[in-house]
T-cell receptor, first 115, second 112 residues
Framework: DTGVSQNPRHKITKRGQNVTFRCDPI?????LYWYRQTLGQGPEFLTY????????KSRLLSDRFSAERPKGSFSTLEIQRTEQGDSAMYLC?????????????FGQGTRLTVV | GEDVEQSLFLSVREGDSSVINCTYT??????LYWYKQEPGAGLQLLTY?????DMKQDQRLTVLLNKKDKHLSLRIADTQTGDSAIYFC????????????FGRGTSLIVHP
């Protein structure tokens, strides 16, 4: 399977715990995006990487959210001290911009439930 | 996606055409996209249009772009029950970062 892979698919955690999600992009893609999607809403942009550089992180929802892409391949999204409001689907996408187009390929997401 | 607006629901009969509309705000967007999301699945890119085009056709899909009014539409001909899904319009943030920004999605329901 050469698509975008996200793990785990589902995560249930207790409030206050830390969680980490992993995204493996399509191998030749240099851009990687993280989005959050809540019920009835479209994907909400969180952050993105160009290779290993995190070029935009001002839209991360709070300082409890952080992301890394240490070698420019896979990425992790960590949420510290989870709150019930963090319950959502977390989507990862990757792209290889050609002539400006950012055709993004999405993974199936990680569904987080905070209890 | 408050910068991209879509109607939330559309119901059509199988075999009819569906038209899903979208308005966006960034006049400098270079590309505009339509994505499809089926229940429990990730987003799938259906088609996109470059901003210097008025229309793009791809099999049963027709995209119309009115750049003056910042209005984008997706027409699905001969709509089938398998087309039932949520359709998202997305514009690029052309402020240098080219980040796709999504609308809330239109839920298309196709009934026999």
């Amino acid at each position: 399977d050469t698509g975008v892979s996200q793990n785990p698919r589902h995560k249930i955690t207790k409030r206050g715990q830390n969680v980490t999600f992993r995204c493996d992009p399509i191998s030749e893609h240099n851009r990687l995006y993280w989005y959050r999607q809540t019920l009835g809403q479209g994907p909400e942009f969180l952050t993105y990487f160009q290779n290993e550089a995190q070029l935009e992180k001002s839209r991360l929802l709070s300082d409890r959210f952080s992301a890394e892409r240490p070698k420019g391949s896979f990425s992790t999204l960590e949420i510290q001290r989870t709150e019930q409001g963090d319950s959502a689907m977390y989507l990862c996408a990757s792209s290889l911009p050609v002539a400006g187009s950012t055709e993004a390929f999405f993974g199936q997401g990680t569904r987080l439930t905070v209890v | 996606g408050e910068d991209v607006e879509q109607s939330l629901f559309l119901s059509v009969r199988e075999g009819d055409s569906s038209v899903i509309n979208c308005t966006y705000t960034d006049s400098s967007s270079t590309y505009l996209y339509w994505y499809k999301q089926e229940p429990g699945a990730g987003l799938q890119l259906l088609t996109y249009i470059f901003s210097n085009m008025d229309m793009k056709q791809d099999q049963r899909l027709t995209v119309l772009l009115n750049k003056k009014d910042k209005h984008l539409s997706l027409r699905i001909a001969d709509t089938q029950t398998g087309d039932s899904a949520i359709y998202f319009c997305a514009e690029e943030d052309a402020g240098g970062s080219y980040i796709p920004t999504f609308g809330r999605g239109t839920s298309l329901i196709v009934h026999p």
